[in-house]
């Protein structure tokens, strides 16, 4: 890499964050377009969050990414949300305009780009989000918008309760899965899509997330796992189209680096670069 003062640097703040698979994606592009611009991530303790986004202002770091487990919190830091960050209330990409912070969300868009690149329609369908936390609130923020019915199941129920208030404030077709009823499964077969926004599966101990007995052959599994879960080999087994979490982090690279730099990446080339590191 050539840097010099010129060089834009572009960071991840996460906590831990040794195990990223941005920087080889976003240095793989900007190398590709010969932009002046190096990707660095930062090991940032939520202790020491807002110091280091005072940080980002004092040495002019272009933008940032942010992951787990910053991403509720950094909103409280920033000048500014865009509209989606605000409704869902997690930021996952800032951009820096002369010191001034706005707070970007492209992790929901991300997954309707990779929904709809894998060919899965979701107009219509009766889809179950399993889990409530950021990354659900992002998909359903998008989710609600074109699917008939979203239901959302977590097994801190006020958690879903939450997210079903809120996103029933957007659209009115969102309800919450009781426990009784999510842990007989008999209402697996009644929705179409199920996505599994839990981090169960990516331990090789981890239970599965839901009862994969009770899956049917015309259901879409979907984990926002980047890799293949034993849900999503299990649902395969049956017959089931499944999805794993890979072209969500693709796709959200691919709208952080267009915020950061006005330029559409090439997707090839991150796609390249994010699938020699799995
Ligand atoms: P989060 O805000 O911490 O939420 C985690 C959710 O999973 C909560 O609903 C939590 O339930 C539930 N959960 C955690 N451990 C569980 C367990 N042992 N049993 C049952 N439920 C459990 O995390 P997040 O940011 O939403 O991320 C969730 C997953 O999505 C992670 O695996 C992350 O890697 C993935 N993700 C992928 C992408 C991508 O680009 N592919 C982007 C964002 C996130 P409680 O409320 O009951 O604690």
Request: contains cysteine.
């Amino acid at each position: 890499m050539n840097i010099s003062g010129k060089t834009k640097i572009i960071g991840i703040f996460g906590y831990p964050v040794e195990h990223t698979l941005s920087p080889k994606m976003h240095n793989a592009a900007f190398k590709y377009l010969n932009l002046d611009f190096c990707y660095v991530p930062f090991s940032v303790k939520p202790e020491m969050l807002e110091i280091a986004l005072e940080g980002i202002r004092a040495l002019s770091i272009a933008g940032l990414n942010i992951t787990i487990p910053h991403k509720e919190r950094v909103s409280a830091f920033l000048d500014k949300l865009s509209d989606d960050a605000k409704f869902i209330g997690s930021v996952n990409t800032i951009k820096n305009e002369g010191g001034e912070l706005t707070g970007f969300n492209t992790d929901g868009k991300g997954f309707m780009k990779s929904l709809a690149e894998a060919n899965i329609e979701i107009a219509d369908k009766r889809v179950l989000i399993v889990g409530a936390g950021g990354a659900a609130r992002a998909i359903g923020y998008y989710l609600c918008r074109d699917v008939s019915e979203l239901y959302i199941y977590n097994r801190n129920i006020e958690r879903a309760e939450i997210l079903t208030t809120h996103l029933y404030t957007f659209k009115n077709n969102v309800a919450v899965v009781e426990e009784k009823i999510f842990n007989s499964g008999s209402s697996f077969s009644d929705f179409d899509i199920i996505i599994n926004t839990t981090p169960l599966g990516l331990k090789s101990d981890d239970p599965l997330p839901l009862d994969v007995s009770m899956l049917k052959n015309h259901q879409i599994i979907c984990d926002l796992i980047y890799k293949e879960t034993p849900l999503l080999q299990k649902a395969s087994a049956i017959g089931c189209k499944t999805l794993n979490g890979m072209g969500m982090l693709l796709w959200q690279g691919v709208f952080a680096f267009e915020e950061w730099t006005g330029i559409q990446p090439p997707v090839e080339v991150m796609k390249k670069a994010l699938m020699k590191q799995i």
